[in-house]
């Protein structure tokens, strides 16, 4: 099966367009035309012309730029359709898809009527398509792209054979114009000439190498969906129907050993409208009687208007989660439980505002830790400080003081402090190689202050640009 | 002895507890080094002052401490409330920054006590809840003798069940314990009252 206007019908399916239309996509410094439609290429224009080009023969050109990625989609959507004749279907290139129809054709009446339905139904869709049926798959192949129905193999250009240009100009050149006269040639001279690409591809499109056609299996699709017949609006009632899908859902998990990270809970009402209730959790998971509480909470929130007919349970991201043994490992028990609390708090907060501390490699005090996000760290110790380091830090505050030791009396936060005891100087040089903007004095001579009115304060002095700050507490 | 009372610490589990003053973050550094388990600290995100792991290292391993940054305070007390009635940490530390109301402490102890948790309030001077079981207030003091000491004087100014008092008291970081000492310069007992 190719679709060889697969870009530019996909965008006309979705509005009709009676004028040469092409997509382009930008390629380099210029705009190059990626699919034309037939009234396009009745004008002359060809794929890879530039989009400036392009107007000048057909001032009424209708272009939009190009969507590889929705192209790959709807092919991957058409692949699943293709199944419906045959349980082996693979991708071909961008735009064509590979059946292997062995023993399936005789379901739709024989071949003929199988390849009838195809075109009636791509016709219907509004997608070109041209088939082409080969005992090989480089037969099928060279028959969708080159040929017009069931003509002999031999009859077809060289090009059929997925060659490339470079190879089949000079194999033209040479008089090989067709399969027949390629396959009538000494193979050895052919080698030396061309590599073994021009004969495997022969043998391939002959039967002589096999090639097999490999479906890609489709990712598991981790939803599940329930339609009501009656409305329902109690909260009881959805949180039981959640509990439902949930089954369904950790089941499917179970299955291919993932866990759910995200879910999605949709709650369709019976006016269109749709509600969404999104959870994340802080450690994948599967297990029903664990999410469901969780839950509770977003459900409650839900505006269920005039009832509730669709309710659609989907886990957005999901990893792995092997199958673990369990009864042995009580200690387990304590950290799910915390997971839990981080997932319930998260709710309420964001998740992302659940953090925790991770020791980093610096000594400068703002940065000698990282604060993460809970969910997604391990805890880590580690915590080695040769130093004492104060408490509490907050962002260098100035106090009047001159020379390079900490003044004797001064004000800080309204407070008039008495120095008692200094410790110091350690001193800290900024990471050079870090711009930062509150380390633009240069050198910090830290000090630690004992203050006779009993606070402990963390003060630097900085020799390259003189002043005198307090940063921290100690306890 | 020199005190009327024996320091009534650690502290009651499953009850709320408040401390305010100027040493108050060290004061849920040591009850959450008392603790055990996993502390989790409830902040308010815009708060200037923040919590430096290095130096809590010393009363316990920051990997024990989850914090949670909050828009306001009522997101403060709810995430508080949630993690006291679950009871999987052991103790819930919640900075606030306006006057507790009634119904607010007594939905806090009511879930310290449904959880088996302790909760902390770290409040500023006379903001406390009547709910609260304890109220604190710590000071550090300057201590002539040591040079990197954590004196600090801790008084007790509300107490559910039990008596009123100040205690001079110092961390030990080694041992992990906390030492009471007796007052450079003051006489014994003058810091205790009632019985």
């Known amino acids: 099966m190719w679709f060889p206007r697969l870009a530019s019908d996909r965008v006309l399916r979705g509005q009709a367009l009676d004028a040469p239309f092409v997509l382009t996509l930008r390629q380099g410094n210029s705009d190059r035309l990626h699919c034309l439609n037939a009234r396009a290429e009745a004008a002359g224009l060809h794929r890879g012309m530039s989009l400036a080009d392009a107007r000048a023969f057909c001032p009424n050109l209708v272009s939009r730029p190009a969507r590889p990625e929705h192209d790959a989609r709807f092919l991957a959507a058409l692949r699943r359709w293709a199944m419906r004749y045959c349980p082996w279907v693979g991708l071909e290139g961008a735009d064509g898809l590979v059946l292997d129809v062995t023993g399936a054709a005789h379901l739709w009446g024989g071949e003929g009527t199988m390849l009838a339905d195809m075109r009636a139904r791509a016709a219907r869709a509004g997608l ?36 490339d240009e470079a190879i089949c100009t000079p194999l033209q050149r040479l008089g090989l114009r067709t399969i027949g006269d390629l396959s009538n040639t000494a193979r050895a001279p052919l080698v030396r000439r061309f590599g073994p690409e021009v004969l495997l591809r022969l043998d391939q499109a002959l039967g002589a190498v096999p090639e097999a056609v490999s479906p890609r299996s489709d990712p598991p699709h981790y939803g599940v969906r329930q339609t009501f017949p009656e409305p329902i609006g109690l909260v009881a009632d959805v949180m039981a129907a959640t509990a439902r899908l949930l089954e369904a859902l950790c089941h499917k998990l179970r299955q291919h050993e993932a866990g759910a990270r995200r879910l999605m809970l949709t709650l369709r009402r019976v006016d269109q409208g749709s509600q969404q209730v999104e959870l994340r959790l802080a450690a994948a998971m599967r297990d029903p009687a664990r999410i469901l509480p969780l839950f509770e909470r977003g459900v409650a929130e839900v505006d269920a208007g005039f009832g509730i007919d669709q309710i659609r349970l989907e886990a957005i991201v999901v990893e792995r989660l092997p199958a673990r043994q369990h009864g042995f490992a009580p200690a ?20 992302e505002n659940v953090l925790r501390f991770l020791p980093a490699d610096s000594h400068i005090p703002e940065r000698s830790f990282i604060i993460a996000s809970a969910a997604y760290s391990a805890a ?71 203050t006779r009115q009993g606070r402990r304060l963390w003060l630097f002095h900085t020799p390259q640009n003189p002043g005198w700050f307090v940063q921290g507490e100690f306890a | 002895m020199f005190y009327a009372s024996p320091l009534p610490f650690p502290l009651r589990v499953a009850r709320m507890h408040e401390v305010c003053g100027p040493g108050a973050v060290t004061f849920a550094a040591i009850v959450a080094a008392k603790a055990g388990g996993t502390v989790l600290w409830v902040r308010e995100g815009w708060l200037p002052e923040a919590l430096h792991p290095p130096g809590l290292a010393a009363f316990l391993d920051p990997a024990r401490v989850l914090v949670a940054r909050t828009d306001n305070q009522t997101d403060s007390l709810a995430v508080a409330e949630e993690a006291l009635k679950d009871g999987v940490v052991s103790l819930v530390v919640i900075e606030i920054t306006r006057p507790l109301d009634l119904r ?25 809840s009547n709910a609260t079981e304890t109220r604190w207030r710590a000071a550090p003091v300057f201590d002539p003798e040591h040079g990197d000491s954590t004196l600090m004087r801790w008084e007790i100014i509300k107490n559910k069940s039990g008596t009123f008092g100040a205690w001079h008291v110092r961390w030990d970081e080694q041992a992990h314990r906390l030492h009471v000492v007796s007052p450079v310069g003051e006489r014994p007992g003058s810091a205790g009252s009632g019985a």
């Open chain 1, 128 to 163: 070109t398509l041209r088939l082409g049926l080969g005992g090989t798959r480089g037969a099928a192949w060279a028959r969708a792209h080159y040929g017009e129905g069931e003509e002999p193999l031999e009859a077809l250009p060289v090009a059929a054979l997925r060659l």
């Open chain 1, 332 to 351: 387990r028990h304590g950290a799910e439980q915390l997971n839990d609390l981080i997932t319930r708090i998260g709710t309420r907060i964001g998740l």
């Open chain 1, 380 to 450: 880590e110790s580690g915590w080695s400080c040769p130093r004492p380091r104060p408490l509490r830090l907050f962002p260098p505050e100035p106090v009047a003081g001159t020379g390079s030791r900490p003044p004797m009396r001064f004000r800080w936060r309204r407070m008039a402090l008495e120095t008692a005891r200094a410790t110091g100087p350690e001193r800290i040089a900024p990471e050079w190689w870090l711009n930062d903007e509150n380390w633009r004095v240069g050198l910090r001579d830290y000090w630690r202050v004992d």
């Open chain 2, 104 to 128: 607010e402490g007594r939905r806090l102890q009511l879930a310290a006590k449904a959880g088996g948790a302790m909760g902390l309030c770290l409040i500023p001077e006379g903001m406390g």
